[in-house]
Nanobody, 129 residues
Framework: QVQLVESGGELVQAGGSLRLSCVASGRTFSSYVMSMAWFRQAPGKEREFVAAISWSGTNTHYADSVKGRFAISRDNAKNTVYLQMSSLKPEDTAVYYC????????????????????WGQGTQVTVSS
């Protein structure tokens, strides 16, 4: 079992920046090859993919809507994945969830919600115009 706890969400003005963190427990990244990802869900909308990163950290993938503005990274020694968000827009307002699952190898990542077995409780990001 893996437990994920997100933090860092808050109210921010458009154009601002935030860094989200997600700490995993139950399985250490040093022992298990885990793909990590961020998803988000706005009111009345489906949960959507934001960014993913392989266990090695060398491979990342972003949704077109956040490409060039968001950056995903991870620190396996701290069992933590980050999402640095900049140039935030009102349409980025959502609950942000981190997710993880065992990966095929250290360079694999996944981008579908159905690929992930473990989810955090989410952290609210609100961007005011």
């Amino acid at each position: 079992q893996v437990q994920l706890v997100e933090s860092g969400g808050e109210l921010v003005q458009a154009g601002g920046s935030l860094r989200l963190s997600c700490v995993a427990s139950g399985r250490t990244f040093s022992s298990y090859v885990m793909s990590m990802a961020w998803f988000r869900q706005a009111p009345g909308k489906e949960r959507e993919f934001v960014a993913a990163i392989s266990w090695s950290g060398t491979n990342t993938h972003y949704a077109d809507s956040v490409k060039g503005r968001f950056a995903i990274s991870r620190d396996n020694a701290k069992n933590t994945v980050y999402l640095q968000m900049s140039s935030l827009k009102p349409e980025d307002t959502a609950v942000y969830y981190c997710a993880t699952t065992t990966a095929y190898n250290s360079t694999t990542y996944y981008i579908r919600t159905t690929d992930y077995d473990y989810w955090g409780q989410g952290t609210q990001v609100t961007v005011s115009s």
